[in-house]
């Protein structure tokens, strides 16, 4: 019988955590939301292509009714630094989006949102968990019966778990 696993993700320093997607709102208008959907795939590929550039992981799903990417960054000036590139993927999506949202102004929406997540402000855990989250993004530690999300977030440091952890 294999063992319960609970995990936790270790990540040095600050953190970026960036949501962004899209809602298409008339799927007859495929000229402006097709290239939204298309433009996603080549940031990630190029993204990964140059970790340099600063983020860690993404995860694409859905999300608030259409796809979605959870992203993690090394930092918020990695994140507008990508987003500002002249020479990558992101600015001319973003200036062709713009564009195409001038003639159809309702016919995809787009989302972000972004988290600046200092050190030590944040926990996580993973129970019986392929490496995901934050826990692909940073590195995995094992987590010990007795510890608790007051714990591992630093509020309460003799927290005892509620119930009982395989």
Known sequence: MTRYTRRSADIEGEFVVFLIGMHVNRWTDVRAWLPVARAMPRMLAEL???PEMGM??????????GPAVV????SYEHL???????????????????????TSPDSV????????????QWET????????GLLAAGRAVDLSSGSTS?????????DVAPVEVP
């Open 71 to 74: 992203q993690y960054w090394r």
């Open 56 to 65: 860690l992981k993404a995860h694409a799903g859905l999300m608030f009714g």
């Open 150 to 158: 007051a714990s591992r977030i630093g509020a309460r440091t003799d």
């Open 125 to 132: 855990i993973y129970g019986a968990m392929p490496e995901i």
């Open 109 to 120: 929406g787009i989302f972000h949102e972004t988290y600046r997540v200092g050190a030590g």
């Open 80 to 102: 507008e630094a990508y987003a500002r590139n002249a020479e990558a993927e992101h600015l001319p999506a973003w200036r062709a989006f713009n564009r195409a949202a001038r």
């Open 48 to 50: 990964a292509r140059h």
